[in-house]
């Protein structure tokens, strides 16, 4: 049936006109996947807007590049969440990456993402550096040996669900253990208007945990508002906030949103309301 397919959050709708082609009920959570004609087919979780394709650059550029161009090595990459695919493409455009490991807690996420948007998920799931587990990110986190990953990336959805432990102290600090020494963590951190008390418990958060940490902003058109954050943190000094030339020269040619300079202007993009905030 054709018509408006909606997410609505705190009396606000936002919806594409399309086709709702695959609804259905995992052990996890309610997955819908639709046609829609503005931004092709699209995943939700949940009735929350995940990806789409067209969209979907928005979002795991922006999560992937300022990490992967910024930490000291990135032979080892963890990616927790991201069953679409989008965030495991991304960073295996980086030559130097050796082995991802991806950890999706709903693998029928995974099943119908590879059936239904394949152009997302691209040629990672064939990637011979590429491991899929279907399984607990969080505990994967918690028994993973210390300094074992260069990058670890969370892609999430809205904290509520199989993704609520992703927002808290013990994850985190378990996320940074893992860390190996220049090592950076990225996290999507939700819209600092329809989130805002998330938004900003999370950046206090990391900020207490890590040495360093800072939101980035940028805009999904499609999420709650369109606009939207991805919060970086590393131990040491915030090596994420450049991009080392030689990694952004071979990957912003292909990018449609993430440049070095696109990525300068999203961490100085601070709204004056967020920032009096994270300084309360």
Request: glycine fraction near 10%.
């Amino acid at each position: 049936m054709v018509g408006w397919i909606d997410e609505e959050h705190r009396g606000v709708r936002y919806g594409l006109a399309g086709e709702l082609l695959v609804e259905e009920t995992s052990p996890f959570q309610r997955i819908s996947v639709i046609r829609s004609e503005r931004y092709g087919r699209g995943l939700l979780l949940d009735g929350c807007w995940m990806t789409a394709e067209y969209q979907e650059r928005h979002y795991h550029e922006a999560l992937v590049h300022p990490a992967l161009c910024g930490a000291k090595s990135i032979e080892r990459v963890l990616v927790i969440g991201g069953g679409d695919g989008g965030t495991a493409r991304e960073c295996l455009r980086h030559s130097g990456v050796q082995h991802l490991d991806l950890v999706e807690i709903d693998g029928r996420v995974v099943e119908l993402s590879q059936k239904h948007l394949a152009n997302i998920g691209g040629n990672a799931w064939s990637d011979p550096r590429f491991k899929l587990t279907v399984g607990d990110g969080i505990a994967w986190a918690a028994e993973a040996a210390e300094a074992s990953y260069d990058v670890v990336l969370v892609d999430g959805s809205d904290p509520a669900g199989p993704a609520e432990g992703l927002f808290n102290r013990a994850f985190f600090e378990h996320c940074r253990r893992i860390l190996r020494p220049g090592g950076v963590f990225a996290t999507q951190s939700e819209s600092p208007e329809a989130f805002r008390e998330v938004h900003v418990a999370m950046v206090r958060l990391l900020r207490e945990v890590f040495d360093h940490a800072d939101p980035l902003y940028g805009w999904v058109p499609m999420y709650p508002s369109g606009w939207w954050s991805w919060t970086f943190a590393a131990m040491g000094d915030p090596r994420y906030r450049s991009a080392d030339p030689i990694r952004a020269e071979v990957i912003a040619a292909d990018c449609e949103i993430w440049s070095p300079r696109w990525q300068r202007g999203g961490f100085e993009a601070i709204p004056a309301f967020i920032e009096r905030d994270l300084s309360r």
